[in-house]
């Protein structure tokens, strides 16, 4: 099943990268030089905050993107040797000019164009590597018209002349490419920018109304009913959302109509980014989300207007939320994304985690900063998240060779195919909520299958849980001796005590006790997902035989 699924997913890109190369290598770059328009017909609006300090040190040649850290000097920063493919990504996305708008004083401005003066004169004319990548593009794209007032204020006429010149040229490039970019993200990060491009330069109505319906469609095509986006990457949404309500603004601004799909989109979306996040505003570790920008998140929140609580099954995103009395449990209930859009998924399966008013406790380590490969692959391994593991491997594979991984970029090969679900009613004891479901994940490897019981009391102040690994109908026999372990990863705030047969978690003025029917150990864990880099916390750890013990019980209990 892995080998032809790869082979399948290999020529699959090898064509749609031969595909784009035709149509942008080197003898091709003046089909997209044209005139210069004599201005832009709207400025959109950015949601996005930076931080006047970054742009002071970007002023000093010192560019810090990607995990990464550049020195350039007196040079061009668009000279010096990239320290990764990710860092010349981000560089040349110039999406750091949200620091030097929230400076916006006379030297940032200047700063600003002198950076872009750089990149048209070293970078402009080579539609290749990272620069040209059509996420890249697209998000430089957006980046210029979302900042074109800081841009251009006070800027010369000549400077003036070539920036909309280039605004074009890389207009036409994308809409040469869209339908050769990426699927999932990239591909409707450059109809974003296309559709935010025809409203800002002067367009015909019609490039603009098919802009927008490419747009709505495809955002019908990868927002599920629920409102999560087929990745599974609840990150997504923060990301697409930050793009689209500009555009939805814009379109408004300039009397344009709004397309049904990017209203209806917009709808879904709102109430399930509402869905992922935790009491303290962050969102939940999974399949590819990072540290969390609260203060995007707090500004998309504003545009929600349903205000209802969240719903607790987000079906078609496989997520279960469970509340009460302050208590946030979000859990993955679904199978893995399909491979094609699978590149920043995580072997998660049937994980969760848990907070408490504005504290989290369980947590699973989540996606490092961009530009960390070998610290990317550990954190979407299932050892990485608050679920079973069986042998210390994963639930779902990766591809094995590191060429094949670079090439398609790390997606998930087989991986858990069925979810059994089933929904705890209000007759269950103790009137709690919650749900049952298992996986298929380890029927392969080792003829089992992981289920897991999650409970929470009404008030939310005890979360019960149970784990067994059962052997699955009909599976052969394997003479692989298997060792489970089923393991909490601790929020870096929580500090553990072990009395006697339980743990004593202390946390922002509250106190939980964790219990099991086995024995358990506190264990070292990492943090990946954190704004401040990776930080050294604890876990939580149950290892057992599921031969001798095929279930194991265990609780997080409020204690005040």
């Given at each position: 099943?892995e080998?032809?699924?790869?082979?399948v997913?290999?020529?699959?890109?090898?064509?749609?990268?031969?595909?784009?190369?035709?149509?942008?290598?080197?003898?091709?770059?003046l089909r997209?030089?044209?005139g210069?328009p004599?201005r832009?017909?709207?400025?959109?609006?950015?949601?996005?905050?930076?931080?006047?300090?970054t742009?002071?040190?970007?002023?000093?040649?010192?560019?810090h993107?990607?995990?990464?850290?550049?020195?350039?000097?007196?040079?061009?920063?668009?000279?010096v040797a990239?320290?990764?493919?990710?860092?010349?990504?981000e560089?040349?996305g110039?999406?750091?000019?949200?620091?030097?708008?929230?400076?916006?004083?006379?030297?940032?401005?200047?700063?600003?164009?002198?950076?872009?003066?750089d990149?048209?004169?070293?970078?402009?004319?080579?539609?290749?590597?990272?620069?040209?990548k059509?996420?890249?593009?697209?998000?430089?794209?957006i980046?210029?018209?979302s900042h074109?007032?800081?841009?251009?204020?006070?800027?010369?006429?000549?400077?003036?002349?070539?920036?909309?010149?280039?605004?074009?040229?890389?207009?036409?490039?994308l809409?040469?490419?869209?339908?050769?970019?990426?699927?999932g993200?990239?591909?409707?990060?450059?109809r974003?920018?296309?559709a935010?491009?025809?409203?800002?330069?002067?367009m015909?109505?019609?490039?603009?109304?098919?802009?927008a319906?490419?747009?709505?469609?495809?955002l019908?095509?990868?927002?599920?009913?629920?409102?999560?986006?087929?990745?599974?990457?609840?990150?997504?949404?923060?990301?697409?959302?930050?793009e689209?309500?500009?555009?939805?603004?814009?379109l408004?601004?300039?009397?344009?109509?709004v397309?049904?799909?990017?209203?209806?989109?917009?709808?879904?979306m709102?109430?399930?980014?509402?869905?992922?996040?935790?009491?303290d505003g962050s969102?939940?570790?999974?399949?590819?989300t990072?540290?969390?920008e609260?203060q995007?998140?707090?500004?998309?929140?504003?545009?929600?207007?349903t205000?209802?609580?969240?719903?607790?099954?987000?079906?078609?995103?496989?997520y279960?939320?469970?509340?009460?009395?302050?208590?946030?449990?979000?859990?993955?209930?679904?199978?893995?994304?399909?491979?094609?859009?699978?590149h920043?998924?995580?072997?998660?399966?049937?994980?969760?985690?848990?907070?408490?008013?504005?504290a989290?406790?369980?947590?699973?380590?989540?996606?490092?900063?961009?530009?960390?490969?070998e610290?990317k692959?550990?954190?979407?391994?299932?050892?990485?998240h608050?679920?079973v593991?069986?042998n210390?491997?994963s639930s779902?594979r990766?591809?094995?060779?590191?060429?094949?991984?670079r090439?398609?970029g790390?997606?998930?090969?087989?991986?858990?195919?069925?979810?059994?679900?089933?929904?705890?009613?209000?007759?269950?004891?103790?009137r709690?909520?919650?749900?049952?479901?298992?996986?298929n994940?380890?029927?392969?490897?080792?003829?089992?299958?992981?289920?897991?019981?999650?409970?929470?009391?009404?008030?939310?102040?005890?979360?019960?849980?149970?784990?067994?690994?059962?052997?699955?109908?009909?599976?052969?026999?394997?003479?692989?001796?298997?060792?489970?372990?089923?393991r909490?990863h601790?929020?870096?705030?929580v500090?553990v005590?072990?009395?006697?047969?339980?743990?004593?978690l202390?946390?922002?003025g509250?106190?939980?006790r964790?219990?099991?029917?086995?024995?358990?150990?506190?264990?070292?864990?990492?943090?990946?997902?954190?704004?401040?880099g990776?930080?050294?916390?604890l876990?939580?750890?149950?290892?057992?035989?599921?031969?001798?013990?095929?279930e194991?019980?265990?609780?997080?209990?409020r204690?005040?």
């Open positions: 099943m080998k032809p699924l790869i082979a997913l290999t020529l699959s890109e090898a064509w749609r990268r031969l595909r784009r190369r035709l149509r942008t290598g080197p003898i091709h770059y997209f030089v044209g210069a004599e832009l017909n709207v400025v959109p609006p950015s949601l996005r905050t930076g931080d006047p300090i742009a002071e040190a970007i002023y000093g040649g010192r560019f993107l990607a995990g990464k850290l550049v020195e350039a000097g007196q040079d061009s920063i668009f000279r990239s320290p990764s493919e990710c860092f010349e990504a560089l040349n110039f999406s750091w000019l949200n620091h030097h708008a929230a400076a916006g004083d006379a030297l940032a401005r200047q700063n600003a164009r002198s950076l872009i003066e990149w048209l004169r070293l970078r402009a004319h080579r539609l290749s590597g990272p620069a040209y059509p996420e890249v593009s697209a998000r430089r794209l980046a210029w018209l074109a007032d800081l841009i251009l204020d006070g800027a010369s006429y000549d400077f003036y002349r070539r920036f909309l010149k280039s605004l074009m040229a890389q207009t036409r490039f809409r040469s490419v869209a339908a050769e970019a990426p699927d993200l990239p591909r409707l990060m450059v974003m920018a296309l935010l491009a025809t409203l800002c330069l002067p015909p109505a019609g490039r603009t109304k098919a802009a319906q490419n747009l709505a469609a495809e019908d095509r990868q927002i599920l009913p629920d409102g999560g986006h087929v990745s599974r990457n609840p990150e997504a949404l923060a990301i697409i959302l930050a689209l309500l500009p555009i939805r603004e814009t408004i601004g300039q009397g344009q109509p397309p049904k799909g990017i209203y209806s989109a917009i709808d879904r709102l109430p399930a980014l509402r869905f992922f996040r935790h009491a969102l939940a570790l999974f399949n590819g990072g540290p969390s609260l995007l998140l707090a500004a998309l929140m504003r545009f929600d207007e205000l209802g609580d969240p719903i607790s099954h987000a079906r078609h995103s496989g279960h939320r469970l509340t009460g009395g302050g208590t946030v449990v979000i859990a993955d209930t679904g199978c893995p994304p399909p491979a094609a859009l699978s920043n998924a995580h072997a998660g399966t049937l994980a969760f985690e848990l907070s408490s008013e504005m989290r406790i369980v947590v699973n380590c989540g996606r490092p900063t961009v530009g960390q490969p610290l692959r550990l954190g979407r391994s299932t050892a990485a608050s679920t593991t069986l210390d491997r779902s990766f591809a094995a060779h590191s060429n094949l991984d090439f398609l790390s997606p998930l090969v087989p991986g858990p195919t069925t979810i059994a679900l089933e929904e705890l009613g209000d007759d269950h004891a103790a709690t909520s919650g749900f049952r479901a298992s996986h994940g380890y029927e392969r490897d080792f003829g089992v299958l992981h289920s897991r019981m999650l409970a929470l009391s009404p008030d939310g102040g005890r979360l019960e849980g149970r784990d067994a690994v059962r052997p699955a109908r009909r599976a052969k026999v394997r003479g692989e001796p298997i060792t489970a372990a089923a909490f601790l929020h870096p705030s500090s005590e072990t009395i006697g047969g339980f743990a004593r202390s946390l922002r509250q106190v939980w964790f219990t099991a029917d086995q024995p358990f150990s506190v264990e070292d864990s990492i943090l990946f997902a954190d704004s401040a990776t930080r050294r916390t876990q939580l750890v149950i290892a057992f035989d599921p031969v001798l013990t095929p194991i019980s265990w609780s997080f209990e204690e005040h």
